[in-house]
């Protein structure tokens, strides 16, 4: 990271230091559809501006449509082939153990964050759930003053030491959220809005949780109340002077039968029949602690073949109906920019409806309350891209979420 001037350089891209509060947002699962059916509702008065006033566009997500390996390209500017996150989980050949991504020492590049803070301007990070905030706040110095890091889901075990601000829920002034409700990510704005108020930082960042759109599809009720909330917030960030990009780290789409049951490929199952059993291993990187709402069912897996041809089972795997992409690493990680390291053999996507499991008997589904809805695979990686002013992009440019910085500090007119 090196700043020069008023410019300051992060992971190979220049940005323009702040010159008025700055808030990306990442709304959670927010495919296209959920804010405009809000606005035919009438429930969306500052989006319809900002669309109207400022930007609408459409950008590609991160595949796998996960949220970790998203935020953490929002926040770096770089794919995952850079940063190093290619999940929520993965396998580690080396310890032979299966583990969550979310400690810090996963990440292998700086954040934009931590490069503004050490450029010497006020910084902040506020996340719905606590899985994201420590790879989000990494490189973070709170002892500076000038940077504040903390969770919805945790927002009561912050300290100034280790979040740069205590007793958040005073100064928010709401209570401590249900994990599993809209209340994490109502609490993830209202916190933003005080901070603006209270300290005022140059850049923040917020992200939400996708608890509503993995329940309810876009111009329901319950998302467009969800929807309506967020818009009260968006118009207290603009009255008080923000510049504001709002992206998502994924789609959503229904995943389930007629009859309502999930539409599941159980990959281990198949893996077992065809190679024997344990003969090969498969991993699904949207395994997270907060499995009740998905199951851990997603759009994307990847299997390590062990001492079985990938070339053999890619023939049929490709012939197994409702699975879209089957790839070798060497063209999953081409194809999607992964880390090659943290990928298996091979890389098997599914179609709009369907999703990916290890076995029948592993998945616990008690928690899906409601007719599977998920993400993970192509058919979930176009998002939105809004802001409350105008923006100037290249001709012809590929937009990225992970440009979501860029266009906030270099792009907005």
């Given at each position: 990271m090196t700043s020069n001037g008023k410019t300051i350089s992060v992971n190979g891209r220049a940005y323009r230091a702040p010159e008025r509060p700055t808030v990306v947002i990442c709304l959670?699962?927010?495919?296209?559809?959920?804010?405009?059916k809000a606005i035919e509702a009438g429930m969306a008065p500052t989006f319809a501006r900002f669309m109207k006033d400022g930007a609408h566009v459409h950008a590609n997500s991160v595949i796998p449509s996960f949220t970790n390996p998203n935020n953490l390209s929002i926040i770096t500017g770089r794919p995952p082939a850079v940063h190093g996150i290619a999940g929520n989980y993965f396998?580690?050949?080396?310890?032979?153990?299966?583990?969550?991504?979310?400690?810090?020492?996963?990440?292998?590049?700086?954040?934009?964050?931590?490069?503004?803070?050490?450029?010497?301007?006020?910084?902040?990070?506020?996340?719905a759930k606590d899985k994201l905030r420590t790879l989000l706040a990494n490189g973070l110095d709170y002892s500076t003053g000038r940077a504040f890091a903390f969770s919805s889901e945790k927002a009561d075990k912050a300290t100034v030491e280790e979040n740069g601000i205590?007793?958040?829920?005073?100064?928010?002034?709401?209570?401590?959220?249900?994990?599993?409700s809209a209340d994490l990510s109502r609490f993830v704005f209202a916190a933003g809005v005080k901070l603006v108020e209270a300290c005022r930082p140059d850049l923040m960042y917020l992200s939400t949780t996708d608890y509503i759109q993995h329940k309810t599809s876009p111009g329901t009720k319950v998302s467009n109340d969800f929807y309506a909330m967020i818009d009260g917030y968006l118009a207290q960030l603009d009255a008080l002077g923000c510049n504001i990009v709002a992206t998502a780290d994924h789609g959503m789409n229904d995943k389930h039968l007629a009859n309502g049951e999930p539409d599941v490929i159980y990959?281990?199952?198949?893996?077992d029949l065809w190679v024997?059993?344990?003969?090969?291993?498969?991993?699904?990187?949207?395994?997270?602690?907060?499995?009740?709402?998905h199951g851990a069912l997603g759009s994307f897996a990847t299997i390590y073949t062990g001492e079985t041809s990938a070339e053999g089972l890619l023939t049929r795997l490709r012939d197994v109906d409702g699975v879209e992409l089957a790839l070798t690493r060497k063209e999953a990680c081409a194809r999607f920019e992964l880390p090659a390291d943290r990928i298996g053999d091979i890389v098997v996507i599914s179609s709009?409806?369907?999703?990916?499991?290890?076995?029948?008997?592993?998945?616990?589904?008690?928690?899906?309350?409601?007719?599977?809805?998920?993400?993970?695979?192509?058919?979930?990686?176009r998002v939105p891209l809004i802001a409350n002013r105008k923006i100037a992009l290249p001709p012809g440019h590929l937009l990225r979420n992970f440009d979501a910085f860029d266009v906030a500090l270099n792009r907005i007119q």
């Open positions: 959670d699962g927010s495919e296209p559809g959920y804010v405009e396998y580690d050949p080396a310890s032979g153990a299966e583990v969550m991504m979310n400690d810090p020492r996963f990440l292998r590049a700086p954040t934009i964050l931590a490069g503004i803070h050490d450029a010497g301007y006020k910084v902040a990070a506020i996340t205590g007793n958040v829920l005073d100064f928010v002034g709401l209570p401590l959220p249900e994990v599993y990959l281990q199952d198949l893996m024997g059993k344990d003969s090969a291993r498969v991993i699904l990187p949207i395994t997270d602690p907060y499995v009740a709402h709009r409806h369907k999703v990916l499991g290890t076995s029948r008997n592993r998945h616990d589904l008690s928690g899906l309350t409601e007719p599977l809805r998920s993400h993970g695979g192509l058919t979930e990686e």
